[in-house]
């Protein structure tokens, strides 16, 4: 199985800041990787497919890059709305895995 | 409008079953390969299963997790999803969601339906 390990697990930061998180696969997936965006008590939204194509309606404030085993998402400028947890997806082998999560804070 | 429709979960004792079903709508069900994908309270995401769709035979694939108690079907007549769950297990207390989740362009993912599973 493919593991997926994303850091940081958690991280504060402010609006307006630029944040990065990062996903590491344990062997190479061939950018098949999608990035997801969960609210406490919501539905996970997807924002990045393909490793950096951004779903449509997304801001462009988030962007995917990355290729083999780490990918990152960055968002260039936090906005309130964008406090929530990320969580990456790799589908390239069975089974699908997702990394563990990582909340993003109000500093 | 692209919709999915969770149905199905409830309470059910440790060794028991349920069927969770899953109605799509406002998009080509039958073109889409199909997953379940969970979460416990609390906790993460857990990729479940998938049916792909007739141009691949409907093959289907599952967690280490829930192979050999879970079966993953689809009726593209009626546009559905189903998951037959036996043999549960507490730690299959979950949210369960339905959805395409990695087809490229639209993203397909139901709303949830819980499954408590109790000892």
């Known amino acids: 199985d493919i593991q997926m390990t994303q850091s940081p697990s958690a991280m504060s930061a402010s609006v307006g800041d630029r944040v990065t998180i990062t996903c590491r696969a344990s062997?190479?997936?061939?950018?098949?990787l999608a990035w997801f965006q969960q609210k406490p008590g919501k539905v996970p939204k997807r924002l990045i497919y393909?490793?950096?194509s951004l779903q449509s309606g997304v801001p462009s404030r988030f962007s995917g890059s990355g290729s083999g085993t780490e990918f990152t998402l960055t968002i260039s400028s936090l906005q309130p709305e964008d406090f929530a947890t990320y969580f990456c997806?790799?589908?390239?082998?069975?089974?699908?895995?997702f990394g563990q999560g990582t909340k993003l804070e109000i500093k | 409008e692209v919709q999915l429709v969770e149905f199905g979960g409830g309470l059910v004792q440790s060794g028991g079953s349920l069927r969770l079903s899953c109605a799509g709508s406002?998009?080509?069900?039958?073109?889409?390969?199909m997953d379940w994908v969970r979460q416990a309270p609390g906790k993460g995401l857990e990729w479940v299963a998938r049916?792909?769709?007739?141009?691949?035979?409907?093959?289907?694939e599952y967690a280490a997790s829930v192979r050999d108690r879970f079966t993953i079907s689809r009726d593209d007549s009626k546009n559905s999803l189903y998951l037959q769950m036996n043999s549960l297990k507490t730690e299959d207390t979950a949210l369960y969601y339905c959805?395409?989740?990695?087809?490229?362009?639209?993203?397909?993912w139901g709303q949830g339906t819980m499954v408590t599973v109790s000892s």
């Open positions: 049916i792909k769709n007739k141009d691949k035979s409907y093959t289907t």
């Open positions: 393909t490793a950096s």
């Open positions: 959805g395409d989740i990695t087809f490229p362009g639209t993203h397909i």
């Open positions: 406002g998009f080509t069900f039958s073109d889409h390969y």
């Open positions: 997806l790799q589908y390239e082998s069975y089974p699908l895995t």
């Open positions: 062997q190479g997936i061939n950018n098949y």
